[in-house]
T-cell receptor, first 113, second 114 residues
Framework: DSGVTQTPKHLITATGQRVTLRCSPR?????VYWYQQSLDQGLQFLIQ???????AKGNILERFSAQQFPDLHSELNLSSLELGDSALYFC????????????FGQGTRLTVV | GENVEQHPSTLSVQEGDSAVIKCTYS??????FPWYKQELGKGPQLIID?????GEKKDQRIAVTLNKTAKHFSLHITETQPEDSAVYFC?????????????FGTGTKLQVIP
């Protein structure tokens, strides 16, 4: 157990809908990272937050957004969902803002039907 | 942008044999190269990494080598065990001050046959 908690573990929704994925980082970690893992695109870095502020942006679509709250938990919002958004979404956290020190959660499996 | 190619996509070895996974990258500015192990139903876990100013790093049965000139790096697992069976990902990271960019390889599914 990495200490990073993601909810829900599984999510099934219809095209066009909006969902919110939640991540609670390890105790003491200030930085949160979001990744998408799909059969088509592989593992991709989406976005990073550090102490509530956006730190780095990767291949995140405009339909997706994220934020990190004062208690350091983070949410990834996915809207206007398409079939191709079906994937595993991982959250990772680290004490500082170094991506190389991040621990991954077990992921949320999103299925868009 | 950075492009990371990883080979092979699948690899089967007998228990006790060695396994080698190779990655090539395109952006010479990338300066950090981690390897991750992902077991079924779990998130990726960092197993070893190497910085661009180092040619080789070893941690027990796992080693990583880096050839900056050729822009390729490899993961070596010796004396493989069934619990080494997993998907392994390489990554190339550009880490400059507050700026970080990470590109992953496509993964290698390693099966260790008892």
């Amino acid at each position: 157990d990495s200490g990073v908690t993601q909810t829900p573990k599984h999510l099934i929704t219809a095209t066009g809908q909006r969902v919110t994925l939640r991540c609670s980082p390890r105790s003491g970690d200030l930085s949160v990272y979001w990744y998408q893992q799909s059969l088509d695109q592989g593992l991709q870095f989406l976005i990073q937050y550090y102490n509530g502020e956006e730190r780095a942006k990767g291949n995140i679509l405009e339909r997706f957004s994220a934020q990190q709250f004062p208690d350091l938990h983070s949410e990834l919002n996915l809207s206007s969902l398409e079939l191709g958004d079906s994937a595993l979404y991982f959250c990772a956290s680290s004490i500082r803002g170094q991506i190389t020190e991040a621990f991954f959660g077990q992921g949320t499996r999103l299925t868009v039907v | 942008g950075e492009n990371v190619e990883q080979h092979p996509s699948t690899l089967s070895v007998q228990e006790g044999d060695s396994a080698v996974i190779k990655c090539t990258y395109s952006d010479s500015a990338s300066n950090y190269f981690p390897w991750y192990k992902q077991e079924l139903g779990k998130g990726p876990q960092l197993i070893i990494d190497i910085r661009s100013n180092v040619g080789e790093k070893k941690d027990q049965r796992i080693a990583v080598t880096l050839n900056k000139t050729a822009k390729h790096f490899s993961l070596h697992i010796t004396e493989t065990q069934p619990e080494d069976s997993a998907v392994y990902f390489c990554a190339a990271i550009l880490n400059s001050g507050g700026y970080q960019k990470v590109t992953f390889g496509t993964g290698t599914k390693l099966q260790v046959i008892p």
